[in-house]
């Protein structure tokens, strides 16, 4: 069975950093697409960031370019989103998710992944 185990989340004021995990069990980890997506109260589900586990190519939603960083550990089973510069709207529920085949990391911002984790909640508080 797939299953995605988000932490990391917490408060953290304006221009601080956080980094969240998502930890994948039950399947190979080899060739998968690793997404973060978003979710603020009122607000649709964003595609926040990307990793190809076979390759490690990333991809980055603008509004966190620069500032976010995503790493793949696949001895670990395991996703980083390293957070920096926080601003109050990252403020949201965080999840990640996989599908297979990194490739489908291109269109990671339709959100057809396979499995989702059950969030973990970043506050940024100004």
């Known amino acids: 069975e797939v299953q995605l185990v988000e932490s990391g989340g917490g408060l953290v004021q304006a221009g601080g950093s956080l980094r969240l995990s998502c930890a994948a069990s039950?399947?190979?980890?080899?060739?998968?697409?690793i997404g973060w997506f978003r979710q603020a109260p009122g607000k649709e589900r964003e595609g926040v960031s990307c990793i190809s586990t076979s390759d490690g190519t990333t991809y980055y939603a603008d509004s966190v370019k620069g500032r976010f960083f995503i790493s793949s550990d696949n001895a670990k089973n395991t996703v980083y989103l390293q957070m920096n510069s926080l601003r109050p709207e990252d403020t949201a529920v965080y999840y990640c998710a996989a599908r297979p085949g990194g490739y489908a990391c291109a269109g990671y911002r339709r959100g057809y992944f396979h499995s989702w984790g059950q969030g973990t909640q970043v506050t940024v508080s100004s």
């Open positions: 039950g399947f190979s980890f080899d060739d998968y697409a």
